[in-house]
């Protein structure tokens, strides 16, 4: 893995599938900021107040790095293939995809209880001027899956297999996965201020020598009751390393 500058909107990437990064990192002289809304805002809305945040901070909608998404219920895989050539074309509004790949870093999650009525806006970073700050970025979620293939179902690891054997070869894989994304942008665990977790099985099992012991939880483990957006997946989970966080009410 290695990453691709995009000046335009003060962050590099780590390429990833066409609908998403698979991690950003701010550009020197630039720090990458989260803002959680309230309340998950539903797509189209979502764009518009994201894009409204932006301008009013005097920044081009090419600062736009990565988001997290709430949607009502697991897709299927030409499901998951519209809903992502949908959400594509705006970032190709935007200006984001003029390298040829996407570089705007994502988690797409659907919460178990209480789920959003369409794919929905929990939150999203972007990149800022702040010469001087100290290095940033944000990890794209990951499942126990291996990307880039023809399909899902082939690839998930322990497919269907919840036991504690099967929990820790899905944990296993994903904090690997995050590990590599990470050491692509020169961080580690170390690096990190916040880390999230979507499941809804139980993987406590998995919790002490597969996320606590390597660094996974060095803050504490944010879990979200939640499925990965596919299919067929059970665990999945994103990090970040960012100084600047903040709530959008409403």
Known sequence: MSTIDFPAG???????????????????GYRIERVRFANPVPMAAGFARIADYLRAASLPLTAFCACELRSPAPFTEAGF???NEAYAAILGEWGLLGTGKNPVARSNVC???????????????????????????VNAGSGEVLEGKSNYRDHIVAPGDL????????????????ARRMAA????????????????????????EAIVR??????????????PP?????FEMDCR??????????
């Open 10 to 28: 003060g962050f590099a990437f780590v390429p990833g599938v066409f609908q998403y990064s698979a991690g950003v990192r701010a550009l020197p």
């Open 81 to 83: 293939r519209a809903f």
């Open 111 to 137: 919460p178990e209880i209480d789920p959003p009525v369409a794919p929905s806006f929990y939150a999203f970073s972007f990149a800022r001027p702040a010469p001087g700050s100290a290095p940033s970025f």
């Open 163 to 178: 036991s504690p054997a099967g929990l820790r070869a899905k944990v296993d894989y994903v904090m690997g996965e995050m």
């Open 185 to 208: 942008m020169g961080f580690s665990w170390a690096d990190t201020t916040g880390a999230q977790a979507y499941a809804v099985c139980d993987f406590h099992s998995a919790m002490a």
């Open 214 to 227: 390597p660094g996974g939880a060095r803050h504490g483990l944010d879990w979200y009751f939640a499925r």
């Open 230 to 234: 596919i299919v067929g997946l059970d």
């Open 241 to 250: 390393g960012v100084a600047t966080e903040s709530v959008l009410p409403g």
